[in-house]
């Protein structure tokens, strides 16, 4: 059974920063695509980052790259989302998600609805 556990929310000053990890058990790690998506209220569910599980490329959202560094650790089964420079805008549910599919095209598949298995998200608010 996949399992995905995302921790390291919380809350955070405009300006700081946070680390997200999420945990996964149940499927062979280093074959699947992996992503992080966020949802703010009263917003749809956006794209953070994704990591292809074939070539490891990496795509970022628009609105956080070069603030944002996703990771795997395959031998950890771990996936790490380092956020710095944080603000406001950055306020959300922060959700890890996983797929068997390689999307070595990852800039083209870091959509939500590519992605078959998710965790239950982790709250990361961004305030003064």
């Known amino acids: 059974q996949v399992q995905l556990v995302e921790s390291g929310g919380g809350l955070v000053q405009p300006g700081g920063s946070l680390t997200l990890s999420c945990a996964t058990s149940?499927?062979?790690?280093?074959?699947?695509?992996v992503a992080w998506f966020r949802q703010a209220p009263g917003k749809e569910r956006e794209a953070v980052a994704c990591?292809?599980?074939?070539?490891?490329?990496?795509h970022y959202g628009d609105s956080v790259n070069g603030r944002f560094t996703m990771s795997r650790d395959d031998a950890k089964n771990t996936v790490l989302l380092s956020m710095n420079d944080l603000d406001s805008e950055d306020t959300a549910v922060y959700f890890c998600?996983?797929?068997?599919?390689?999307?070595?095209?990852?800039?083209?598949?870091?959509?939500?609805?590519?992605?078959?298995?998710w965790g239950q998200g982790t709250q990361v608010t961004v305030s003064s």
């Open positions: 149940g499927f062979r790690h280093d074959k699947y695509a």
């Open positions: 990591i292809s599980g074939g070539t490891r490329s990496t």
């Open positions: 998600a996983a797929d068997p599919r390689t999307f070595d095209n990852i800039s083209k598949f870091c959509r939500d609805y590519y992605f078959a298995n």
